[in-house]
């Protein structure tokens, strides 16, 4: 087995995770609307973070196991994505379209808020911009991801 196949397989396996924090964030929002009750944005920003570290963790295994090459410094969260939507020549296609992109570096950003005030200081209006788009975020993020899957899985039958 190759390394091509572990790294499909742990996206696929983080892909199915991310989907329940997606079914979580959109839950406990609609709790939030329903209740007013501020203790559901805890929850709701947490599940957002959280989609965004998933996502960052598939990221980093690429970028270590496929790329052999991953970005530090202090924007490192900023260059990860770009290597990603980025193609390798000789190596590999863009992991994710300029599309999911744009719409990954909303949570990146949001990520950071999360971890650096007090959640009683979100917006909800921000929250629910977030949550609003987390679906389709996610769903464009799927899509992108299971081609990449399905590269890596036909690079693997090719060196057996």
Known sequence: MSHYVVVAARIEEELADLERVVTRAESLWAKYEQSGDDGFLDGVALN???F???IERI???IARTID???????DWHRSLILQMSAPVVGLRPAAISRTSRFCLDEYRGFRHVVRNIYTFNL???RLQELTV???GCYTALQHDLSE???FLQQ???GTE
């Open 68 to 74: 052999t090459s991953a970005p530090s410094g202090s």
């Open 123 to 125: 917006r909800p209006t």
């Open 148 to 150: 990449f899957r399905a």
């Open 133 to 135: 788009g987390l679906r």
């Open 59 to 61: 990221f980093e295994e």
């Open 48 to 50: 957002l973070h959280g």
């Open 52 to 54: 965004y570290a998933g």
């Open 155 to 157: 690079v693997d039958r």
